[in-house]
């Protein structure tokens, strides 16, 4: 069965046989259903037309982005430490060439999500990777496909890695978190 996603805004949601009636992302006043209704697509299907762009965004960095744009646009940054590497926000979609290169830089440890408009595919990636994936738990009510890899973080820190932590800011969600890598230069 397919996991299909929001062509809205990107968010996977579990294996269905249909598509889904509603969008939880988008049903939220952040967000928007489009006037002609929720649309879906399954990742097969947005391969066929898509690919993701790696851009060096400064030393031990890189930018992920889906070309052409997808959904609202989402980003991604492959933060690369000695300790290992993190993945800050994520993408709905995720191929074999994407998996292939990400491993060429030592794959990935963990992957930190900053608020639901970015949990795309999470649990597609952390799948792949075999890594947990970190949201906050203040924004647990807006998780559209539960999985094991998916860890919801309490509190107002959280350390991923020596010398990587997110923040719990608030504001956009009551869970929005920053990254914090301070060290990046000296990786």
């Known amino acids: 069965m397919p996991r299909f996603l929001c062509?809205?805004?990107?968010?996977?949601?579990?294996?269905?046989?249909k598509p889904?009636?509603?969008?939880?992302?988008?049903?939220?006043g952040?967000?928007?259903?489009?006037?002609q209704g929720q649309q879906?697509?399954?990742?097969?299907?947005?391969?066929?037309?898509?690919?993701?762009?790696?851009?060096?965004?400064?030393p031990d960095l890189f930018g992920i982005s889906t070309?052409?744009?997808?959904?609202?646009?989402?980003?991604?940054?492959?933060v690369i430490t000695p300790a290992g590497n993190v993945l800050w926000d994520c993408l709905s979609?995720?191929?074999?060439?994407?998996i292939a290169i990400i491993r060429s830089f030592g794959g990935i440890k963990a992957i930190a999500i900053s608020h639901p408009h970015f949990y795309s595919a999470m649990a597609s990636w952390g799948r792949a990777f075999e890594c947990p994936v970190l949201a906050n738990d203040d924004d647990r009510q807006w998780l559209?496909?539960?999985?094991?890899?998916?860890?919801?973080?309490?509190?107002?820190?959280?350390?991923?890695?020596p010398g990587v932590t997110l923040h719990r800011i608030g504001g956009h969600f009551p869970g929005s978190s920053v990254l914090h890598w301070p060290n990046r230069a000296r990786c």
């Open 40 to 58: 879906w697509i399954t990742p097969e299907a947005l391969s066929l037309g898509h690919f993701n762009a790696f851009r060096r965004v400064a």
């Open 20 to 28: 889904p009636t509603h969008c939880r992302i988008c049903e939220d």
């Open 30 to 35: 952040r967000q928007f259903v489009p006037k």
């Open 144 to 161: 559209t496909e539960n999985d094991p890899c998916i860890e919801f973080w309490r509190g107002e820190t959280r350390e991923i890695l």
């Open 67 to 78: 070309t052409p744009p997808f959904a609202i646009g989402q980003r991604a940054f492959l």
């Open 7 to 17: 062509k809205t805004c990107g968010v996977q949601q579990p294996d269905s046989v």
């Open 93 to 98: 979609f995720l191929d074999d060439a994407t």
